[in-house]
């Protein structure tokens, strides 16, 4: 073949790109299990972070298994419907730890599925002999979705910790939600009055004034609205659960 030929180089041209699709597709196949487990590690790791259990990726599938004892599925009436404990089986779709709760949250915001189809999940946790309630949440900031979890003492009112993450949002301001100084504001705050009554923990501009509110975030207000609607719609839906559990 003439190699100065046009038509060598369209098949030449055509066989490397081929060649190299083949390659990255077998690549991104080989690499799917690898990056379905450093998910569900990080996913164990945030779960764990809320609770005040820190450890790195590659240690949180013991911690988690340590710590994590029952894992619940609620319904929009914050009525159980499944319990689960052990090990977490992939595919298990009664199983909390499976729900893609960002993945429902959309659905029901693009109307495709009604409030009462959306699950819950509830992760009743141990710490140091304390039971801990981690709920996770998600909502939508300035620029994209933000999630996390918070977690409850035995109390199942006072806020024990948070952990918050994003993925679009501003640097310096909104983005600001997965650092310390804002999470840590939350802890031992109040989600209920002394008699009960559901009152959740308001993100609030020009400071704190009470034990129902934190500090919002200087120039990251619509991101800090974000928090504040996702923790109260979510936490509203587990009252009931709450109260007939104290």
């Not at 038509?7 to 080989?30: H, K, Q």
């Not at 052990?86 to 109307?111: R, S």
């Not at 939350?186 to 959740?200: C, H, I, M, N, Q």
């Amino acid at each position: 073949m003439n190699t100065n030929s046009n038509s060598y180089t369209v098949i030449f041209s055509v066989v490397m790109v081929v060649i190299v699709a083949t390659a990255l597709a077998l690549t991104a196949e080989g690499l799917k299990p690898m990056q379905k487990e450093n998910v569900r590690r990080e996913k164990m790791q945030n779960i764990l972070s809320s609770m005040g259990v820190e450890t790195d990726r590659d240690g949180a599938a013991a911690l988690f298994d340590t710590h994590v004892k029952e894992r619940l599925v609620l319904n929009a009436s914050g009525e159980e419907t499944a319990r689960k404990s052990g090990e977490v089986k992939a595919g298990d779709t009664e199983d909390a730890f499976n729900i893609d709760v960002q993945k429902e949250y959309k659905e029901w915001k693009a109307g495709s599925r009604s409030a009462n189809d959306i699950n819950y999940p509830l992760f009743i946790c141990d710490k140091d002999g304390a039971t801990i309630y981690v709920v996770p949440l998600v909502g939508t900031g300035l620029w994209g979705p933000i999630w996390g979890y918070i977690a409850l003492e035995s109390d199942m009112r006072t806020i024990a910790g948070t952990s918050f993450d994003h993925k679009t949002e501003t640097p310096g301001l909104g983005a600001e939600i997965n650092e310390k100084p804002f999470q840590a504001q939350f802890e031992g705050k109040f989600v209920s009055d002394k008699d009960g009554t559901f009152t959740s923990v308001k993100v609030v501009k020009g400071g704190a004034t009470n034990e129902h509110e934190v500090d919002a975030i200087s120039g990251g207000t619509i991101t800090s609205d974000g928090v504040d609607e996702m923790i109260e719609r979510t936490l509203k839906v587990y009252e009931p659960y709450f109260k007939s559990n104290q």
